[in-house]
Nanobody, 124 residues
Framework: QVHLVESGGGSVPAGGSLRLSCVAS???????MGWFRQAAGSEREGVAA????????EYADSVKGRFTISQDPALNIVYLQMTALKSEDTAVYYC??????????????????WGQGTQVTVSS
């Protein structure tokens, strides 16, 4: 069982930055840790993911070059550093965990555990 708690959301102007944190409790070794987001009226979409044992990462095209996912294995925390934020990045951001390898780690159906979400609002 993995329990996830996100923090770090807030309101920023376009062009600003935020860093989201996801604190995990439970065994997250060899686990895909992903960040997803869901804007009002839209499907939940994958943003970035990191495989904890190798550090392999995956990003959605819409955030490449602007967002960076990283981890602190000692603290069992995964971060999402978001820069050059745009109004279209406004959404509730969720942390998720999927034990074991999976192809296409930005597919929400692969994930077993989810956090409660944190709101990110970018004003233009």
């Amino acid at each position: 069982q993995v329990h996830l708690v996100e923090s770090g959301g807030g309101s920023v102007p376009a062009g600003g930055s935020l860093r989201l944190s996801c604190v995990a409790s439970g065994d997250t070794y060899s686990t895909w840790m992903g960040w997803f987001r869901q804007a009002a009226g839209s499907e939940r979409e994958g943003v970035a993911a990191i495989f904890t044992s190798s550090g392999s990462t995956e990003y959605a095209d819409s955030v490449k070059g602007r967002f960076t996912i990283s981890q602190d294995p000692a603290l069992n925390i995964v971060y999402l550093q978001m820069t050059a934020l745009k109004s279209e990045d406004t959404a509730v951001y969720y942390c998720a965990a999927r034990p074991g390898w999976a192809n296409n780690p930005l597919t929400k159906g692969h994930y077993n555990y989810w956090g409660q979400g944190t709101q990110v609002t970018v004003s233009s």
